[in-house]
């Protein structure tokens, strides 16, 4: 997700790297996907039904919008993708 990308630049002390790559994040080099208010209330049920996970609230967002829009593979370091089971994490 590109706004954890930003926020790890961020508070790895790479605030001006982050404010480069921002803009073409939002632009040409990749298509956002909004955040339904569905989608909201999906990831509520999924952060409280899946108590012994350390997904964050992002996490479960991020799993519902990718079964909503059926993504088989993800691009993410995020060691919780994995645990999500239904796509395949590359690297």
Known sequence: M??????????????????????????????????TPADVAQAWQVFATYRDKGWSFTDCVSRVVIERLGIATAFAFDVHFRQFGTLTVIP
Not at 12 to 24: D, M, T
Request: aromatic fraction near 2%; include cysteine; hydrophobic fraction near 45%.
């Open 2 to 35: 590109s706004d954890e990308l930003l926020t790890l630049l961020k508070i790895r002390g790479e605030l001006e790297r982050a404010l480069e790559v921002g803009p073409p994040l939002r632009g040409a080099v990749c298509h956002l996907e909004w955040v």
